[in-house]
């Protein structure tokens, strides 16, 4: 191995000796609950809600409850180490922080607290479309951290075309289209309090910079409430882009040379769409159950892809990811990395860039340390015999 420690989990010692429980709560739904006192209803609708009956929602965690992991003993862990390798930029662990919308909600610099705490715990940093700030400042805060560009292809190809340049000239890494959502999902939290932050100017912060959406509006966006009404208007009508199909793909890679992966993939069939059309990786999730209710759970659809593409493109996976052993399954399962939605936003909204920190280290430790006692050095060890699918 190549890394002698300190180690992640080295972090089980450190709270030990310290005779105090850290200052944040250890799991993840006791961070949610806490989470929840600390945000404002609006928030936490909008935070924790998914879509109609929240079915996918629950059944993306409860997928993790049918595959346990058989541990292998004397394998002499002794030093290990976690670090990959995805498009040439490596990370500390195979974590990255999901894109997550609308945090204008939830804190007052959402994204740079984020992005400054990947970056320390040496983990990738996915930024959305639909940020508190512009894609130029959260790259000024965390100027060496890996740094990746979520797409939502706008109906307009003139402004996807200059998100993506202004994405490469910022030093993001990659350009990760989500692709599951041609409209909104049905969310009924949010229905309930009639809150869609986007109305309010939440999370517009990378069309309001952007100067060929500016070209399109009569008057600056801040020059006037109604100027603001108005770009909010114009944003509004070409927020998402139903009519997007895979030979679009061709145009993003004459406007990119960065790697281009697609998010939102579950059907075996799509991923190898993805494949034929040329793209670089593929992000099996389903939105954490908040775009198609029904659907069915995210870990299940990465098996399927897995068979179907895991030896001929770089997978990642999300959804339901709230434990060491949820990253596990997953790299066993054939992601080659994961990427946390909900934990982190918990952290943040309790306690900003420290709280983000908080459940990152958490759950590096826990990751780390269910790495050795289920007997891997590194999570190119892991495979589909790491694990078994229980019947229950
Ligand atoms: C999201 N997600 C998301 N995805 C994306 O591609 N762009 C976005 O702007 C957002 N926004 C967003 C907001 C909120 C509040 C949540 C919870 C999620 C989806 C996200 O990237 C990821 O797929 C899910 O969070 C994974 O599900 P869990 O693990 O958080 O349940």
């Not at 998914?50 to 059944?59: D, H, L, N, Q, V």
Request: aromatic share 6%.
């Amino acid at each position: 191995m190549a890394k002698h420690g300190p180690y992640f989990g080295d972090l089980q010692n450190e709270i030990y000796l310290s005779g105090a429980g850290p200052a944040l709560p250890v799991t993840a739904d006791e961070l949610a609950h806490a989470a929840h006192a600390a945000m404002t209803a609006k928030a936490w609708a909008y935070v924790a809600g998914g879509a109609s009956t929240e079915r996918t929602m629950r059944a993306n965690v409860a997928a993790f409850e049918r595959w346990r992991l058989v541990p292998r003993v004397l394998r002499q862990v002794v030093e290990r180490d976690l670090a990959v390798e995805l498009f040439g930029q490596r990370l500390a662990a195979p974590v990255l922080t999901a894109p997550v919308g609308a945090l204008g909600l939830v804190h007052d610099e959402p994204e740079l607290c984020a992005v400054r705490a990947a970056s320390k715990a040496g983990l990738g940093f996915v930024l959305t479309t639909v940020a508190h700030h512009s894609m130029e400042d959260v790259a000024a805060a965390a100027p060496k951290a890996v740094r990746w560009f979520q797409l939502y292809w706008p109906g307009e190809d003139a402004i996807a075309e200059s998100l993506v340049r202004r994405a490469e000239a910022a030093g993001y890494g990659a350009i990760v289209v989500t692709v599951d959502t041609p409209t909104l999902g049905w969310r009924p939290r949010d229905l309930a309090l009639a809150n869609l932050p986007f109305l309010a100017g939440i999370g517009l912060a990378n069309y309001l910079s952007d100067p060929v959406f500016r070209s399109m509006l009569a008057e600056p966006p801040e020059s006037s409430d109604a100027a603001m009404r108005a770009a909010v208007a114009t944003w509004i009508a070409m927020f998402s882009r139903p009519a997007l199909s895979w030979s679009d793909f061709a145009r993003l890679r004459e406007w990119t040379r960065l790697p281009v992966l697609v998010k939102g993939v579950c059907h075996a069939d799509d991923a190898r769409a993805a494949v034929d059309a040329g793209l670089d990786g593929i992000v099996v999730s389903n939105h954490g159950g908040r775009q198609l209710d029904g659907a069915r759970a995210a870990l299940d659809c990465l098996v399927d892809v897995a068979a179907a593409v895991g030896d001929r493109t770089t997978l990642l996976f999300d959804s339901g990811v709230r434990c060491g052993a949820d990253v596990v399954i997953a790299l066993a399962l054939g992601a080659r990395a994961v990427l946390l939605g909900r934990p982190w936003v918990h952290g943040l909204a309790l306690a900003g860039q420290d709280g983000v920190t908080h459940v990152l280290r958490h759950l590096l430790a826990d990751v780390e340390l269910t790495m050795v006692l289920a007997g891997y050095a590194s999570p190119a060890e892991l495979s589909v015999d790491s694990v078994v699918r229980e019947r229950y």
